[in-house]
């Protein structure tokens, strides 16, 4: 009896293992084909039903998953942030180390607007019922402005980087760049060059 146990606990602990690995992937391959659908047919456009198509499974996995519509769009930008991170940390320069500082903070300027034109709309509504403080105490905004702010010190350690970083992420609120991109009809050049203009008004060599 003890070797029937001790086997079908064996049989379990790989049968779980299996589960975990093939929801796994069926969680990157959905992710994957909301993606795709947004390249395509931009935010508003995605359904679940379209990801599932598109991914090539039920339309109950994709909601086993992520529950709902907003579930699978705040996963799919969860995972944009995690890339863009990865990038800044590790990935290759101009975003990631290897370049000079300005170049690399002109870098991570411009992918996170491409990040913006994507989501935009949705981050403008989600910043909407937050209040200022809240924001600028998340995640992903602690992350970028300290990044910025290393960067601005390395290339000039008597320049005030905190305030600086704050600067140069205020233009990148999602509710300014929005009203920039919809309302003004500015195009992502403009928007990235004036970025460019900003950096070049640093106290440190451009």
Excluded: W
């Excluded at 931009?42 to 090539?56: I, S």
């Excluded at 320069?93 to 411009?110: Q, T």
């Excluded at 970028?144 to 350690?157: D, G, K, Q, T, V």
């Amino acid at each position: 009896m003890a070797t029937t146990a001790s086997a079908t606990a064996r049989a379990s602990g790989l049968g779980s293992r299996a589960e975990r690995a093939d929801a796994a992937r069926n969680r990157g391959r959905i992710l994957a084909a909301a993606e795709e659908l947004v390249a395509a047919k931009g935010v508003a456009a995605l359904t679940m039903n379209e990801v599932a198509a598109a991914a090539g499974v039920g339309v109950g996995t994709v909601y086993r998953r992520f529950e709902d519509q907003g579930g699978l769009v705040e996963a799919m930008m969860d995972e944009r942030e995690r890339r863009l991170q990865e990038a800044m940390a590790s990935g290759p320069p101009p975003l990631g180390p290897g370049a000079e500082p300005v170049e690399r903070i002109r870098a991570f300027l411009h992918a996170y607007v491409d990040v913006l034109d994507t989501y935009g709309p949705l981050m403008a509504a989600a910043e909407a019922t937050m209040s200022p403080e809240r924001r600028h105490r998340s995640g992903p905004y602690t992350v970028h402005r300290e990044h910025l702010a290393s960067l601005i010190h390395e290339a000039s350690p008597d320049a005030d980087a905190e305030y600086l970083a704050q600067a140069l992420l205020a233009p990148l609120a999602a509710g300014t760049f929005v009203q920039q991109r919809e309302q003004q009809g500015m195009r992502l050049a403009r928007i990235k060059a004036g970025l460019d203009d900003l950096v070049r008004g640093l106290p440190v060599p451009a």
